[in-house]
């Protein structure tokens, strides 16, 4: 194939974008999508070297393995190598033991099943893992073994059916994806069938460009569309955010502006000169060292430090991962391509990375407890083993009858319901009361209710707890979620430098213009007819997962005091949060109790504690740890003691 300058050109527009939302910089909430783009890009690329050299006779399955292969492996085992070490020395221990099975799960191309099972992409902790962005190169990978063998079967045929079936295969993948997009589940994101649209839409791109005649992009009408393509393809990046759960539909923006590109931003067209501009073609040619190199490197500034990182610290840290690039290509990428594999020598190589590899990754599997550095200790036998504690099932009548008893409590909500729950059935048993805790985590603990993130079943379970609870009009009722995040969505800022990315709403599951705290306090109006509700208010947000931003400051108790806080961010942010619960403790019957009154102080509560008494309050960012469930537990002990006198 020809050498065009405007696709690394392109490649520039799709990783740089990648790094700036990924480090936070200049607003992109859709830098992601760049990685759509470079699926686009490969689509094109393999399918124009099987398609030509197939039709000139020389087309080779086994030595287009073996191009992939040098163009792929030496940089991504390279960076492997190099991030163990420093791993070792900046990962928490069970970040190391992450590390380590991604590691192993990317050196046999299946990266994105490994994340696809550990977290939603969008979710701030999967951030962390200096190997998630691996996830796009076993798409590709997987790619690669299945598209030769396709696609020279049905060249056998005629190119005709080739098109036509991967047109089928496009609109088949990209309704699929759609379809999932909608369910709320992470599959669209990580897994090929729902992705591999963009790569055929990038083979058929290179179909449809091998038939346009050669002036054809240079008439008025094709200049112009080249151009609206790329002008597409930049707004995208500046409009089309996470909550939108691409890739579906919408992801066919950015998508078909980059095949127009490709077919019709030719030599000589505006769109090409542009794509064509020194700077950006040599950073399209380090593209790939620069995408494999920058999450490595953002999730060890990130650990290491324990906060978001400053704009400074970001720059300074994009710089560093373009010379890495640069290094990384001009040393390993381009020796590597050139290198011919009948030599004993680049096999004896290939396979001692692998060992070593292999290696290093059973060394931290069995030894990342010793190895990793630990986060500062808090009670990790916090989960509520009992019968009585359901997490997102059914439950029927009689098990709900016998955790009641004559005098019980129903604890409903997410995993703040979980965290609460044992520390709460304790304080309450000392009373002989009983407590039927029922738990959905990820979910908003009202039926008909999406929820915002990849937690599933959510309705289902609602349904079925709600309709449990009205089985049982006499039992008070406790309500423990994550307000916040259900309700405003959004991000927090603690204003010290701890920063949530930003997070979904839930939303209303049937098609209504009804808001969501509305619908809510119709649905307490309703449950607290028969009964008293209690609902405990947002937990003061941390910003920073609590126990490992205080190891990574090397805090001491006996020697710096308790840590805390300033609670001006905690309050402001959640201004509209707390006009809802001034709201709905209107309601008979229906109580609120505010955490943030045990551990923020003074009447404008200027500071909001993250330790009491040396004992750490959060065993993550938002998750209370047993110590601060335990004093809420015993507060709302005491509340519903005096309300029953």
């Known amino acids: 194939m020809k050498y065009r300058s405007e696709i690394d050109g392109l490649r520039a527009l799709a990783v740089v974008p990648v790094v700036f939302y990924h480090f936070d910089l200049f607003a992109l909430p859709g830098g992601y999508l760049g990685v759509d783009v470079f699926f686009v890009i490969s689509g094109y690329l393999i399918g124009g070297i099987i398609i030509s050299e197939h039709a000139a006779g020389k087309f080779s399955i086994k030595n287009f393995w073996v191009r992939r292969a040098k163009r792929i492996l030496p940089a991504l085992f390279a960076v492997l190598l190099v991030t163990f070490p420093v791993a070792f020395l900046v990962l928490f221990n069970d970040q190391l033991e992450s590390f380590a099975w991604s590691a192993l799960w990317a050196m046999f191309f299946g990266a994105n099943f490994f994340f696809f099972f550990k977290s939603d992409y969008f979710n701030p902790g999967i951030q962390l893992e200096p190997l998630v962005h691996t996830w796009s190169l076993g798409v590709e990978e997987q790619f690669y073994l299945v598209a030769p063998l396709v696609i020279v079967l049905l060249l056998r045929r005629g190119r005709k059916v080739l098109f036509a079936v991967l047109v089928a295969t496009t609109l088949v993948s990209m309704l699929a994806a759609e379809h999932i997009s909608q369910t709320g589940s992470n599959m669209n994101f990580y897994l090929l069938p729902f992705r591999a649209w963009e790569l055929t839409l990038g083979v058929l791109a290179f179909m449809v460009a091998a038939r346009v005649p050669e002036d054809l992009p240079l008439r008025p009408a094709f200049k112009f569309l080249s ?53 950006l073609v040599f950073i399209g040619l380090i593209s790939f ?12 500034v990130k650990v290491y430090l324990g906060t978001a990182l400053p704009v400074p610290v970001a720059v300074l840290a994009i710089v560093g991962i373009f010379g890495l690039a640069y290094l990384s290509w001009k040393f390993i990428e381009v020796p590597f391509r050139k290198m011919h594999f009948r030599a004993l020598g680049p ?52 098990l709900a009858g016998k955790c009641l008893g004559g005098q019980g409590v129903i604890l409903l909500g997410d995993s703040h319901a979980g965290a609460l729950s044992k520390e709460f059935r304790k304080e309450l048993g000392d009373e002989g009361i009983g407590l039927l805790t029922l738990t959905s985590p990820g979910c908003f603990p009202f039926p008909a209710v999406k929820p915002a993130s990849e937690a599933v ?17 006499d039992f008070p009722v406790v309500i423990s979620t994550r307000w916040r995040s259900h309700l405003l969505g959004g991000g927090f800022d603690n204003g010290v430098g701890g920063i949530e990315k930003e997070y979904r709403k839930a939303e209303l599951s049937s098609v209504s213009s009804q808001p969501l705290d509305e619908y809510v306090e119709h649905m307490l109006r309703n449950l607290a007819t028969t009964r ?21 400051k090397n805090w001491n108790y006996l020697t710096d005091g308790d840590f805390a806080i300033p609670s001006n961010a905690f309050y402001t942010q959640n201004s509209e949060l707390f006009h809802y619960f001034d709201s709905w403790r209107q309601i008979e019957n229906v109580y609120v109790f505010s955490p943030s009154a045990l551990f923020c102080d003074g009447d404008q509560r200027s500071t909001c504690k993250q330790t009491l008494n040396g004992a750490v309050l959060y065993r993550d960012s938002h998750h209370p740890s047993s110590t601060m469930s335990r004093l809420i537990a015993q507060e709302l002990r005491e509340r519903l003691k005096t309300l029953a006198n």
């Open 227 to 279: 151009l609206a393509s790329l002008a597409v393809l930049l707004i995208s990046y500046f409009t089309l955010g996470p909550e939108l759960n691409l890739p579906g539909f919408l992801s066919g923006v950015p998508v078909m502006a980059t095949a127009f590109i490709l077919v019709f931003g030719r030599e000589c067209t505006p769109a090409a000169k542009l794509l064509s501009f020194k700077p």
């Open 347 to 398: 096999r004896a190589i290939a396979l001692t990375t692998v060992v070593s590899i292999l290696g290093l990754s059973s060394f931290s599997l069995s030894a990342a407890a010793q190895v990793g550095r630990t986060a500062l200790p808090f009670d990790q036998n916090w989960r509520d083993t009992s019968e009585c504690f359901v997490r997102t099932g059914q439950v029927g009548a009689a």
């Open 457 to 473: 079943n959510c309705e289902e379970s609602q349904k079925n707890y709600w309709g449990l609870i009205s089985e049982f009009p």
């Open 532 to 552: 008293d509700v209690w609902l405990i208010s947002q937990v003061p947000e941390a910003g920073w997962d609590v126990p490992r931003y205080l190891a990574t």
């Open 289 to 300: 060292s620069i995408y494999l190199w920058h999450q490595p490197v953002l999730a060890f």
